[in-house]
């Protein structure tokens, strides 16, 4: 079972600019969809990005309205590594983001689920 691990989390003041990288311990170029969910106390975990593996090298890319515009989600399918571009960063960013990963194989779906990387942005 690939493991996950992100890094790139932070501190930052209002408008500022983070990049998380989720590292996979294995091949992620067949993984149906890969995304970064966050998570504030309180609150249920949102899909913040994601992005799905269709048939060809193009892949989709969907965004949660609230940072539509301002996020960026990417992957590097040779190093392994899923990233998450964050600019014009707002205090309602804050919350701990994790990196997901959607498995859809033949006979089993199912998702793996990183440690998570705390985003601080102060106002």
């Known amino acids: 079972q690939v493991q996950l691990v992100e890094s790139g989390g932070g501190s930052v003041h209002l408008g500022g600019s983070l990049r998380l990288s989720c590292a996979a311990s294995?091949?992620?170029?067949?993984?149906?969809?890969m995304g970064w969910y966050r998570q504030a106390p309180g609150r249920q975990r949102d899909m913040a990005a994601a992005?799905?593996?269709?048939?060809?090298?193009?892949?989709?890319?969907h965004y949660a309205p609230a940072v539509k515009g301002r996020f960026t989600i990417w992957r590097d399918n040779d190093k392994n590594i899923l990233y998450l571009q964050m600019n014009d960063l707002k205090p309602e960013d804050t919350a701990v983001y994790y990196c997901?990963?959607?498995?859809?194989?033949?006979?089993?779906?199912?998702?793996?689920w990183g440690q998570g990387t705390q985003v601080t942005v102060s106002s």
């Open positions: 997901n990963a959607d498995f859809r194989e033949e006979l089993s779906r199912y998702d793996v």
């Open positions: 992005i799905t593996t269709g048939g060809t090298t193009d892949y989709a890319t």
């Open positions: 294995g091949s992620i170029s067949s993984i149906y969809a």
